[in-house]
């Protein structure tokens, strides 16, 4: 007796069901990850979305969740596992676990605790997904970045840390808010530490082309009476301040996150201020990860803009590039 | 507001300073061509309620770019607060240019939508109908404020119990009953199609199949309409949905049932799929798309309902609201199924005090 699906669908076709073409996995299904998951899938980036955790049930309850929201999204399929084989053939991997910031806390406490995390999850992603790009969102994400490379044995190009493309975006909104423009018509670009001490480049700064260190010479500088470092500052804080107000931070990162993914998949070759390794650059002389503008395809990080910073900036670069480095020598990979 | 404020400041400064020669960066770069106020928002959303899932409604509404304005309130104001900031910085990913906050309803102002997802959650074991009389006492005093600033929006209600909710706000806001809708079995439907569909290797948007009635444990899934390409699988397994049915087919809806219990469960709430859900509905609602969704709706005079109670019908959506409610041609143990939830919702709306 044929069952009803029988009797309703012939199967026709005699290869095997194919592959997905571009699977991405999220690892960790705490508040960022779960808001880069569903950024990535209202994107309709992904025919394939993985999830993996420690956390068994949260891990379950959240894959239902996403599962029941199917009639209204592009992506068939959408498991989870505890195993990393769930993870299988990925094209990118969004790594998000790890303990977060508490109130008032800053990125670099968190190391140790996150290496030793990572030290079982990065292993797991390569072997899994040999071929992958890992994109690293985990705070402190320059240093993280820079242990997930060591671990993952991968090349430069494929290890990214998701970096100061959120602080960018926050300046750009904030400049936007300024001017009454769009945030994609204010160009801007903070780069290194994704941080207390990342570099806002003054003189990139500018709409239409045009400007505004042109404008205002003393843009950026303690004698600015518009006070646009502030803005610099509000970026530096915003994290600081909305964990203190909600708990944590995940829309503007998850959003950001999904950003990366979208050029990375479709390879579009657009420039995104990420983390990567800067040796050699700036006059950074160690091995450490920060953000500068880099192309993304879908072979990963390609190309390196090179920016022309004012000595002071580089000056910052390259003091970053210390503080970070002094706490990488430390760690025990 | 701030922009406003920022040019009011500006504009007397920029006066001082060209009489000094010292013009501001926005002054140089900036030559204003249409002097005015701004012009309102054409398609503004608001939700009621930051917590999971009138979160979830807002970040899948902006990803899917249904709205110019996105007003968020709750009473929790540094909670409030910090989820506005955190969607604004992420201004630079979206097409919503303006997401403001508040605890006063004025920020609500000219909405076309507001989505209602505030008042208490079920807790585990919980069942919908136990929340009731401590919803009803939070919408007493926020739908005449949503009316208050926008006395031409549609509401869409999520917080639960839906049905009974939906109709609590229907009284409380004086609105025609066609501009307020509960989100109801919309989010049962969609369950439902995800686990039909898998059952038989498809996309949920190819399995066609409704779920009606009371959004919970009495809801009536209607075999006799479930179909894939137009064939109907009760002609192919006149067992389909019954006890008997050897391939069990009945569990499915079982399974839509428990959903919420189980997701709940494990990890404490369910939001991305209401959120997404919602973001559906509103999508008809602003692009006046006259979709037919299963929500949940006035349905005095219909099955034989003699009560005024809402449950969930396939409405056809527009810009004003629920346009026209479909006839469905249910089965009489169907038709017995939505009497018998009727029966049960009103039996608890008529004891609710303070309408």
Not at chain 1, 19 to 45: E, H, R, W, Y
Request: with cysteine; charged share 20%; net charge neutral.
């Amino acid at each position: 007796m044929a069952s009803t699906k029988e009797k309703l669908i012939a199967h026709v076709s005699t290869e095997e069901a194919a592959c997905s073409t571009n699977k991405v996995t999220v690892v960790g299904v705490g508040m960022v990850g779960m808001a880069a998951a569903i950024s990535v899938l209202l994107k309709d980036l992904t025919d394939e979305l993985a999830l993996v955790d420690v956390i068994e049930d949260k891990l379950k309850g959240e894959v239902m969740d996403l599962q029941h929201g199917s009639l209204f999204l592009k992506t068939h399929k959408i498991v989870a596992d505890k195993d990393y084989s769930v993870t299988a053939n990925s094209k990118v991997v969004v790594v998000t676990a790890g303990a977060r910031q508490q109130e008032g806390e800053s990125r670099l406490n968190l190391v140790q605790r996150n290496v030793n995390i990572f030290k079982f999850i990065i292993p797991n992603i390569v072997k899994y997904s040999p071929n992958c790009i890992i994109l690293v969102v985990s705070n402190p994400v320059d240093i993280l970045t820079y242990v997930a490379w060591k671990l993952s044995g991968l090349p430069r190009h494929r290890v990214i840390g998701s970096g100061t493309n959120l602080d960018s975006a926050r300046f750009r909104y904030l400049m936007g808010e300024k001017l009454g423009i769009h945030p994609s018509s204010c160009h801007g670009w903070v780069i290194g530490e994704h941080g207390d001490s990342s570099v806002p480049v003054w003189s990139g700064v500018n709409v239409a082309g045009v400007s505004l260190q042109g404008l205002n010479p003393e843009i950026g500088t303690e004698k600015d009476k518009e006070d646009w470092k502030n803005v610099h500052k509000m970026v530096v804080d915003s994290a600081y301040e909305v964990i203190k107000l909600k708990g944590y931070t995940s829309w503007a990162i998850g959003m950001s996150v999904a950003d990366l993914c979208e050029t990375i998949l479709k390879n579009l070759r657009k420039c995104h201020p990420v983390s990567t390794m800067v040796k050699g650059m700036y006059g950074v002389n160690d091995e450490v990860f920060l953000s500068v503008p880099c192309v993304l395809g879908n072979s990963g990080l390609t190309d390196v803009v090179h920016m022309t910073l004012k000595p002071e900036e580089e000056k910052q670069l390259m003091k970053s590039a210390e503080t970070l480095w002094g706490v990488q020598k430390e760690l025990t990979l | 507001m701030l922009i406003s404020w920022w040019h009011v400041y500006l504009a007397t400064q920029s006066i001082y300073r060209q009489v000094l020669d010292m013009a501001t960066v926005l002054h140089k770069l900036i030559v204003p061509v249409s002097i005015g106020p701004p012009e309102p928002p054409r398609n503004k959303v608001s939700v009621v309620g930051v917590g999971q899932v009138g979160m979830a409604c807002a970040v899948s509404i902006l990803l899917r770019e249904l709205t110019d304005e996105l007003a968020l309130v709750d009473v929790m104001e540094d909670k409030l607060k910090g989820e506005m900031m955190d969607l604004q910085h992420g201004s630079l990913f979206i097409k919503t240019p303006k997401i403001v906050s508040g605890k006063d309803y004025s920020v609500t102002s000219n909405s076309r939508v507001v989505v209602v997802t505030a008042g208490v959650r079920q807790q585990e074991g919980e069942t919908r109908l136990d929340l009731v009389q401590r919803n009803v006492n939070i919408f007493k005093h926020i739908i005449p404020q949503i009316v208050r600033y926008s006395p031409n929006c549609i509401l869409i209600v999520v917080s639960n119990p839906v049905d009974i909710l939906t109709y609590v706000t229907w009284k409380l806001s004086g609105l025609p009953k066609h501009r307020v809708i509960g989100s109801g079995t919309n989010l049962d439907s969609a369950r439902f199609r995800y686990l039909m569909a898998e059952r038989l290797g498809i996309h949920p948007s190819s399995f066609n199949g409704w779920i009606l009635g009371e959004h919970g444990d009495s809801s009536v899934p209607v075999w006799s309409g479930a179909n894939v390409a137009g064939v109907n699988l009760q002609k192919l397994n006149p067992d389909i949905g019954k006890d008997k049915d050897k391939e069990n087919w009945k569990e499915t809806h079982k399974m839509v049932v428990d959903s919420a219990y189980e997701v709940i469960k494990l990890k404490g709430y369910t939001n991305w799929a209401i959120g997404l859900s919602v973001a559906d509905l509103t999508e008809s609602l602003m692009k006046n798309m006259n979709r037919v969704h299963p929500v949940s709706t006035m349905v005095k005079g219909m099955y034989g309902v003699s009560e005024e109670v809402f449950m969930s019908l396939p409405c056809v959506l527009d810009s004003n609201g629920v346009g026209s409610v479909v006839n469905m041609t249910l089965t009489q143990d169907e038709v017995s199924h939505l009497k018998t939830s009727a029966d049960t919702l009103w039996n608890i709306q008529r004891d609710l005090k303070h309408l």
